[in-house]
């Protein structure tokens, strides 16, 4: 079955480490998305892109960073300049960006240890 | 800063009845989506609905875009206790690279 698959499901960060959350799409979607929920929020987008090898920040890069190496995976790093990362880290894909749903993995939660 | 916001933030019913649940927006868009999340997993798309459109529907789902008010509704018909969810409308503004805007979300509770 085509879908979206985020591993790990739960990840906990040391103070002053960097973590790498995977994401890795099986339906040859181009674009391809990060989001952040924080507790009763909606989604905040943290970085996308729209082909391999090409990215944009979104509304709330700092303290991450990502690579689109491959049409099928961005793998999204929380660095130790991120200082408040508790939160649900959601991976999307879309065929394009107009017009388009996007679909959804079922998220890495993100804790501090 | 959130392009949608969502009304109510929290909707309680019974089973077989019907759930309305509001968003507006600020800007122009060139569509609405409308997205359902289960408690700790990820977004399901249910509806695109395109700015020229003024209704549309999916199953026991209707949605409905007033481009004049800037709102849009989501109506749940002869609902079921797996309704129980997260809804959220996502924004796709005039003019941008079609990034979606969430908005915080509707959480509605069907009791059986």
């Known amino acids: 079955d085509g879908g979206i698959t985020q591993s790990p499901k739960y990840l906990f960060r040391k103070e002053g480490q960097n973590v790498t959350l995977s994401c890795e799409q099986n339906l040859n979607h181009d674009a391809m998305y990060w989001y952040r929920q924080d507790p009763g929020q909606g989604l905040r987008l943290i970085y996308y892109s729209q082909i391999v090898n090409d990215f944009q920040k979104g509304d709330i890069a700092e303290g991450y960073s990502v690579s689109r190496e491959k049409k099928e995976s961005f793998p999204l790093t929380v660095t130790s300049a991120q200082k408040n990362p508790t939160a649900f880290y959601l991976c999307?894909?879309?065929?394009?960006?107009?017009?388009?749903?996007?679909?959804f993995g079922d998220g890495t939660r993100l804790s501090i240890l | 800063s959130q392009q949608g916001e969502e009304d109510p933030q929290a909707l309680s019913i019974q089973e077989g009845e019907n759930a309305t649940m509001n968003c507006s927006y600020k800007t122009s868009i060139n569509n609405l989506q409308w997205y359902r999340q289960n408690s700790g997993r990820g977004l399901v798309h249910l509806i695109l609905?395109?700015?020229?459109?003024r209704e549309k529907h999916s199953g026991r789902l209707r949605v409905t875009l007033d481009t004049s008010k800037k709102s849009s509704s989501l109506l749940i018909t002869a609902s079921r206790a797996a309704d129980t969810a997260s809804y959220f409308c996502a924004t796709d503004a005039s003019g941008n690279t079609g990034k979606l805007i969430f908005g915080q979300g509707t959480t509605l509770q069907v009791k059986p």
């Open positions: 999307a894909s879309s065929i394009g960006t107009y017009y388009q749903p996007q679909h």
């Open positions: 609905i395109r700015s020229n459109e």
